[in-house]
């Protein structure tokens, strides 16, 4: 480990440091006080053995002074009894104490010589006396007694001085020792209490110092554990309590962050269930075991008798076997177990269909469809009042159509009233100016003529006045026939010539056309020609008109090119306005009904084309058009000739309502390519407009819009009679699908939307709507081979024995499509094709009419404006009919109403 | 002369176009609804018919499939004279089996040119 490695190991291990340094001090402070006593205590063990020797060195001088006191009593004795046995004692006596002197001579020696000296003078002297005893000499005896005498006194002075000095010494050496020995356990007393106090003051300070950190932390803890924010959190730091620090944060942290994130999950789920409960619709969720997961109050209100019984974990069975208690037993026509069943399978295969169902005495429009986790939603709409609304609608639509009608039929009637006299006027006036010519009543000629050109004027009138009235009951109908363009440039060209020489004016004709042919409504065409050239004539004066007609690229380009008046911009603006000329001064100029151009207008339209004017006031005026050399029949169109062979239905139609271009540009690229027709919106207004107008099959619908939003969209459509059963796709950023599938949305995609996903949901969509068929025939094994065809395309078939049949079934049930048989008993084909087109619900649906009748012209020309297609029942008309089923199932899904 | 059968209710109109007709030499003879007219072209067996189509009786274009159907009377060429702009009336005409059409009112230049050109001259 290198130095900074270990200083950081310090840094970040301070307990064990700070737990081996108290345990070193402490270590330490015993080790200090162990050797401080031994040493205390060998040094009283010395002063006790100084002691000892000199106790036993004051026990020999003691011995010594005895051991002197006997030899002075035995040579004392001697002196007396001249004994031998005296002398002998006194010897031995001598021999001690010399052994004594020995002993004591390590010590004191000059002492010792002193006594040695005077305790040899001592026994010379004695033995001297006795000597003088023996012989008799008394006095010598005595004196050498007496001196004898002196000297054993100074011997046994020395004697007692050592003696005493000696016990003075060990006195003193025993005191110092016990003096020594009480301070030395003064000492350790005082030394232990020191250690233990700076011990257990140093540990506390050091278990303090991990406590504290550690209390703190352990506080922190338990207050997170309790859910409660911790009061304080120690610092952090590169240790132990700053590293539990850290954790105890993180902790605290990843907690907030959890109660935050389940604060929000809970205020999402609030929102949630705010919305559902506000939702106008009963909204309920079936889990995937078929379990009531979720409702709201609605729900519970639609299902008002059995409302109490309502709870979040009841099967969809009991649900259903719950509403069969309340009721009379018999439900949609049959027995209640029946019923529990067909319900129950019909949740099941949730699908997203609409239904329309009759729940305690209202209606409820009924949409299931399968959650991506396997449940089901219910969405529950109270439709009484769209019901009431549709019937008010179906109610004035149907005064409305009574009144057009009436409309017509009394223009029509008028014009043959107003026409009859007229021909009549006309007519007549035409024979009297032949007949005034053959008399030569020729005064009578010009009034003559000028009844017929008024009779015919006011004819145009009502031609005019009818053709508009036809265009805008949309009734004008266009008769398509193939001829020659240069008689009828010729035949107009001469029509209008008199009017052209009425103003001085010349006609120039500019046009090659050889025998070029056009296929298109020759009246028509003739009509506006001569419109054309007609008020080229009326607004210009000794000019030139021309009338020029040339080949374009698939079509012919006519332009009429005048001298006259011309127009200003504005007049110009309102030129094809019907009833409107430049300014109400020209009606009484130039006569006319204003109406010439409008009903031109239109027909152009009609035929293909489009009329446009190049004009500036004193000018002139060009007005031309271009129209096809061959016009294709609108769908529904009658052509003659053709047999059997309809358009194939449109793409089903897809509205797309995004704000952003690129978005719908990207939506509408999957649509084509997958064979549907987009629709592009970007704005709710402008959405919701463009579905009123052409109701779609589907609608791919942006959540997230300035100004209004997706919800307002959806919100709408479902209030819409004609808009609220067209599936709505929601397209999102945020996952809201629960929300969307409450508020009646079919799916749910999330931005960026996947090609795959699109065309699988709309699909489904397309698929539940449209793959179901009736077939009505009353020839069973044309039925059975219907039902086996159609089947294995995965349509769902009901049959029909007849056409009244057929209604009936109609009236409960709309198909996408019907195969229909012309020959039958009761309501035969003719008559069911005639019933569906007086009902505005049934008029869109495709009918494929399948005959062995040899069909009349008439008969087939009927049936192709009322029927899809017509197919011929036989073994050519049976891969016919496969294919034209075909058609439908590839392009057309029924345009939902 | 070329003898033509006009079939017309109105009297009017009758008199005008067989009064007009005759003056330019044709051969006139009327009947006034659908079946009279039938009648009528198989006693009179004429070069031409003109049918009005709103007839009583039997109207124009039933008349017209009757008579186009019946063997002698079937190569009689019919002019239909309908209402002003009814395509659909046109179209049932000539799904009727008539030759050529004529709309109302008529203004003679033009169907005796249609007339020539169905008598082949």
Not at chain 1, 651 to 670: N, Q, W
Request: charged content about 25%; hydrophobic content about 45%.
């Amino acid at each position: 480990m290198s130095r900074g490695g270990l200083r950081d190991w310090f840094a970040g291990n301070t307990i064990p440091f700070r737990v081996g340094a108290l345990s070193a001090v402490l270590l330490c402070a015993v080790a200090i006080g162990t050797a401080f006593m031994v040493y205390d205590l060998s040094r009283n063990q010395s002063r006790v053995e100084d002691a000892n020797t000199e106790f036993h060195r004051l026990r020999t001088a003691a011995e010594a002074e005895q051991n002197f006191s006997e030899m002075r009593y035995w040579l004392t004795d001697l002196s007396v009894s001249l004994l031998t046995l005296s002398e002998r004692r006194a010897a031995e006596a001598q021999e001690k104490l010399e052994a004594n002197l020995e002993q004591l001579a390590a010590f004191a020696p000059a002492t010792v010589e002193d006594i040695r000296t005077g305790t040899a003078a001592y026994v010379d002297k004695a033995f001297k006396a006795a000597d003088a005893y023996t012989d008799g000499n008394r006095v010598l005896g005595n004196t050498f007694l007496a001196q004898a005498r002196t000297d054993s006194d100074a011997v046994g002075t020395a004697l007692q001085d050592l003696v005493a000095r000696l016990a003075d010494e060990a006195d003193r050496t025993n005191r110092l020792a016990s003096e020594e020995a009480q301070a030395a356990v003064t000492r350790a007393v005082t030394a232990s209490i020191v250690s233990i106090i700076v011990g257990a003051l140093l540990t506390l300070w050091v278990l303090r110092r991990i406590l504290v950190p550690l209390g703190s932390v352990n506080r922190a803890i338990s207050a997170l554990n309790r859910g409660v924010d911790p009061e304080e959190l120690p610092p952090e730091g590169p240790d132990e309590f700053g590293r539990m620090a850290q954790t105890v944060r993180a902790l605290k942290e990843s907690q907030d962050k959890r109660q935050q994130l389940e604060r929000e999950t809970r205020e999402k789920h609030d929102t949630l269930l705010t919305a559902i409960e506000t939702i106008p619709d009963g909204f309920a969720l079936f889990g995937p075991d078929e379990k009531l997961v979720m409702f709201n109050r609605k729900f519970r209100d639609i299902f008002a008798p059995i409302g109490e019984t309502l709870q979040v974990g009841m099967s969809c069975e009991e649900f259903l076997r719950a509403q069969t208690k309340t009721e009379d037993g018999i439900f949609d026509g049959m027995p209640a177990e029946d019923w529990i069943r067909e319900r129950l399978e019909r949740h099941r295969q949730a699908h997203g269909e609409n239904e329309t169902v009759m729940i305690n005495g209202g209606w409820v429009r009924l949409a299931k469809r399968k959650t991506s986790d396997g449940g089901v939603v219910a969405v529950y709409s109270d439709i009484n009042d769209m019901i009431e609304k549709q019937q008010e609608l179906d109610q004035a639509r149907r005064d409305a159509e009574a009144a057009t009608s009436a409309k017509s039929q009394f223009l029509a009637s008028m014009s043959h009233e107003l026409r009859t006299p007229l021909n009549a006027i006309i007519g007549y006036s035409e024979m009297l100016t032949e007949e005034a010519e053959d008399l030569g009543f020729d005064s009578a000629i010009a009034d003559l003529e000028k009844i017929l050109s008024s009779g015919r004027h006011l004819l145009s009138l009502i031609n005019d006045v009818l053709d508009l009235s036809k265009i805008e009951a949309g009734k004008m109908e266009l008769y398509v026939e193939s001829f020659a363009l240069a008689p009828l440039i010729d035949d107009v060209s001469a029509t209008v010539a008199p009017l052209i020489e009425k103003n001085a004016n010349r006609l120039v004709v500019t046009a090659d056309l050889g025998d070029a042919e056009i296929e298109t409504d020759k009246t028509k065409l003739r009509q506006n020609l001569f419109n054309l050239l007609s008020n080229a004539a009326k607004f210009t004066r000794q000019g030139t008109i021309e009338l020029a007609v040339s080949r374009t690229d698939g079509g012919f380009a006519f332009s009429v090119r005048d001298e006259g008046i011309g127009m200003t911009e504005e007049q110009k603006s309102r030129l094809f306005q019907a009833f409107m000329q430049a300014d109400s001064s020209t009606t009484r100029n130039y006569g006319g009904t204003g109406l010439g151009l409008a009903i031109t207008q239109e027909f152009i339209r009609m035929m293909g084309g489009r009329i446009e004017v190049e004009t500036a006031p004193g000018k002139g005026s060009t007005f031309s058009f271009t129209i096809p050399a061959r016009l294709q029949p609108e769908p529904g169109e009658t052509r003659s000739g053709d047999v059997a062979e309809a358009e194939a239905g449109d793409k089903p139609l897809v509205l797309v309502i995004d704000d952003e271009a690129r978005a719908r540009e990207t939506l509408a690229g999957m649509l084509r390519d997958e064979g549907f027709r987009p629709a592009l919106a970007s704005s709710a207004d402008e959405g919701l407009k463009m579905a009123r107008a052409e109701p779609p099959m589907a609608v791919v619908l942006d959540v997230l819009m300035p100004e209004r939003d997706g919800w307002s969209v959806l919100r709408e459509m479902k209030a819409d009679p004609v808009l609220s059963t067209t599936p709505v796709i929601l397209v999102t950023q945020v996952t809201d699908r629960e929300m969307g599938l409450a508020f009646g949305a079919v799916d749910h995609l999330t931005k960026p939307v996947a090609q795959d996903q699109l065309i699988a949901v709309l699909n489904d969509v397309v698929g539940s709507q449209a793959r179901d068929v009736m077939i009505v025939d009353d020839d069973v094994a044309s039925r059975q081979l219907f039902r086996r065809i159609l089947s294995r395309e995965g349509w769902r078939v009901t049959e029909a024995v007849d056409g009244a049949q057929a209604m009936k079934h109609l009236a409960t049930h709309r198909p996408s499509l019907m195969l229909l048989d012309l020959m039958m008993p009761n309501l035969d084909g003719f008559d069911v094709l005639g019933e569906l087109q007086n009902h505005e619900e049934l008029r869109s649906m495709p009918v494929i009419v399948v005959t062995s009748k040899d069909l009349s012209r008439e008969e087939l020309a009927w049936l192709k404006k009322n029927a899809a297609t017509v197919v011929r029942k036989g073994a050519s008309g049976r891969a016919e009919l496969i294919s034209a089923i075909r058609r439908h199932i590839a392009a057309k899904p029924a345009e939902e109403s | 002369m070329a003898k033509i059968l006009i079939v017309e209710d109105n009297d009017m109109n009758l008199d005008m176009l067989s009064r007009r007709l005759a003056r330019r030499g044709f051969e006139i003879v009327s009947a006034r609804d659908g079946a009279a007219g039938v009648d009528m072209a198989k006693q009179e067996m004429p070069d031409l018919i003109l049918m009005d189509m709103s007839l009583p009786v039997m109207d124009g274009w039933e008349a017209t499939k009757t008579l186009k159907a019946a063997g002698e009377t079937a190569a009689i060429p019919v002019i239909a004279l309908t209402a002003h702009a009814m395509a659909s009336d046109r179209e049932k005409a000539l799904a009727a089996g008539c030759d050529d059409y004529y709309t109302k009112p008529i203004e003679l230049p033009g169907l005796l040119e249609k007339i020539d050109a169905l008598l082949g001259n």
